[in-house]
């Protein structure tokens, strides 16, 4: 399941690049294309380094940053694409690498403005595409295949039948959101790297406690859509953040976004409406639904009512369980905004298998914690 909500690839670096391109200002990219250990990104992070020096986006948070800048623009003076590895740094000071541990490997290529404009009409358009890359073998690095549902734009050098076949791969990990190394052959290696459109955040009740999570939502890559029954609170200027406001019943709304396929695994689902009219019928229909996460805001004596309603309808213990209720992380919050990070961070604990505990009272490895059942809380 993949419940990526914010980027940090190369579609956050396009405004930039696009324009520096378009202005006449060659640029390189360096793409993150493996992680081992406790490595600060993940695969697809992107940095961008122009001619005249200019820089936009990370690849390491700043360990090797320097390194990789040099190894772009040398890349520029060649116009050939190199496949590097960056590790822990050694007992020399000055040695490139990274000081809080793991390994990344990082391709540094030449910016394709014809590709790079493929990729941006995509992402524009909300439609699913995938780059292809190759890493390794007898061909040299660099990216050169960007592949839709339907459409493909470049090539890699291979027979039809093969070429047929990675396609089909390509596809279906692109159809699951998914980015990974193929090795196709001992002489062809390629990275897929899945662009898929933003995970949904929907928020319901169009409270100051829904403007707050909205905009938490939206920093982190969700595209946020705020539902509310009462057309004189449903509206833009109360939640600005919100890519979208809807004046419905929620439980209608909901029922209706589920059937046509718009809920996913990778949906988060905030109920913030605290009136039993409007949370029971729609929790019924978020908790049936494939939403990755359902909270509901309230008090424990909210979420026992609700519960008591809920069983009465049916619901079994195994669908009640994958409701976080009270919503959020004990931060201790308070107030709107705070209460946005407390949602927002049981979201990303949840998300990344992370246990809500104070890091220095934890040991062992910060990230590449996969999630899972243990993840707290249970969703």
């Known amino acids: 399941m993949s419940w990526t909500g914010g980027h940090g690839d190369l579609r956050d670096l396009l405004p930039v690049v696009l324009g520096w391109l378009d202005a006449g200002r060659r640029c390189a990219v360096a793409t993150v294309v493996a992680t081992f250990d406790s490595a600060p990104r993940e695969v697809g992070a992107a940095m961008a380094v122009a001619a005249d020096g200019a820089v936009a986006g990370s690849v390491s948070g700043g ?95 291979m027979t039809d039948e093969r070429a047929a076949a990675l396609l089909a791969e390509v596809r279906t990990m692109l159809a699951a959101g998914e980015s990974g190394i193929l090795p196709l052959t001992s002489r062809l290696t390629v990275l897929v790297q899945s662009y898929v459109p933003p995970a949904r955040m929907l928020v319901f009740g169009a409270t100051d406690f829904a403007a707050a999570v909205s905009s938490a939502g939206a920093f982190l890559g969700y595209r946020v859509t705020v539902c509310d029954a009462r057309p004189v609170f449903a509206t833009a200027e109360r939640v600005p953040d919100a890519a979208e406001v809807v004046v419905d019943w929620p439980h209608r709304y909901l029922a209706r976004e589920c059937a046509t396929g718009r809920v996913d695994g990778r949906t988060v689902v905030c109920v913030l409406t605290h009136d039993p009219r409007f949370d029971v019928p729609l929790l019924e229909v978020a908790l049936r639904c494939p939403a990755a996460y359902v909270g509901l805001l309230g008090s424990r004596r909210t979420a026992e009512d609700r519960l008591g309603h809920l069983r009465e309808r049916g619901l079994t213990d195994a669908e009640l369980r994958r409701l976080s209720a009270p919503i959020g992380l004990d931060l201790g919050s308070r107030t709107p905004a705070e209460t946005a990070i407390s949602v927002a961070a049981e979201i990303v604990a949840c998300r990344r298998g992370g246990s809500g505990r104070r890091l220095t009272h934890t040991d062992g490895p910060i990230h590449d914690r996969p999630a899972s059942e243990d993840a707290v809380p249970p969703a």
């Open 63 to 157: 360990c090797v940053e320097a390194a990789v800048y040099e190894r772009a623009l040398a890349v520029l003076d060649t116009g050939r694409p190199v496949l590097e590895r960056y590790a822990v740094s050694d007992e020399d000071a000055f040695a490139a690498g990274l000081t809080c541990g793991g390994t990344i490997e990082v391709l540094v290529e030449p910016a394709d403005a014809a590709l790079l404009h493929r990729l941006d009409a995509a992402v524009r358009a909300q439609e699913p595409v995938a780059g292809v890359g190759v890493l390794g073998g007898a061909e040299p690095a660099g990216t050169r295949l960007l592949v839709g549902a339907e459409s493909t734009y470049g090539s890699l050098p």
